[in-house]
């Protein structure tokens, strides 16, 4: 357990609406993640932090924003959501030290109507 | 472009026998592989991972294979077990990268 929590962990929204999804983790680590899963897409990387106020992009960026003010928090904001975004989202954290594995949250499910 | 693929979506073993689960990359540039376990409805969990120093790494049940030359790595879980029934990811990354590169995932079904 890598004291990754995310929440909400289910919300439906309906499409044009903000949406901020929250990873939150108690063990200092400086590399954060956020990734999607869609059926035949495996884990997509969204957008990642290596530091406080420190992000850059991933895979599949656009429509997505994210922030980092504090260590242990990494927040994930669709603008405007659209219907492509229903999704299940997934925060990681990077254990360095420890192989480099990442460590997974439990996930939210986010559909957009 | 998909850079580490699991071309087998799904995989049905009896219990006590073999599984086991393949996967190719095409980034040569690629150290360090990974493979995680994920139930429904729960956040994908690390299973074991390989060193591109090492072509083989065992943990009880589980060892994972590496051939760096065919650009492939393959998971052996022996014996299987119901439990063992999930969607298996592979992943890998670069030395100097911190990004995370994952397969597609492939449905292991134990049957009892």
């Known amino acids: 357990d890598a004291g990754i929590t995310q929440s909400p962990r289910h919300k439906v929204t309906e499409t044009g609406t903000p949406v901020t999804l929250r990873c939150h983790q108690t063990?200092?680590?400086?590399?954060m993640y956020w990734y999607r899963q869609d059926p035949g897409h495996g884990l997509r990387l969204i957008h990642y932090s290596y530091g406080v106020k420190d992000t850059d992009k991933g895979e599949v960026s656009d429509g997505y924003s994210v922030s980092r003010s504090k260590t242990e928090d990494f927040l994930l904001t669709l603008e405007s959501a659209t219907s492509s975004q229903t999704s299940v989202y997934f925060c990681?954290?990077?254990?360095?030290?420890?192989?480099?594995?990442?460590?997974f949250g439990p996930g939210t499910r986010l559909l957009v109507l | 472009d998909q850079q580490v693929k699991q071309n087998s979506p799904s995989l049905s073993v009896q219990e006590g026998r073999i599984s086991i689960l393949n996967c190719d990359y095409t980034n040569s540039m690629f150290d360090y592989f990974l493979w995680y376990k994920k139930y429904p409805a729960e956040g994908p969990t690390f299973l074991i991972s390989?060193?591109?120093?090492?072509d083989k790494n065992e943990d009880g049940r589980f060892t994972v294979f590496l051939n760096k030359s065919a650009k492939h790595l393959s998971l052996h879980i022996v014996p299987s077990q119901p439990g063992d029934s999930a969607v298996y990811f592979c992943a890998a990354r670069r030395e100097t990268g911190n990004q995370f590169y994952f397969g597609t995932g492939t449905s292991l079904t134990v049957i009892p």
């Open positions: 390989i060193s591109s120093i090492k």
């Open positions: 063990e200092n680590h400086r590399y």
């Open positions: 990681a954290i990077r254990a360095q030290g420890q192989g480099e594995t990442q460590y």
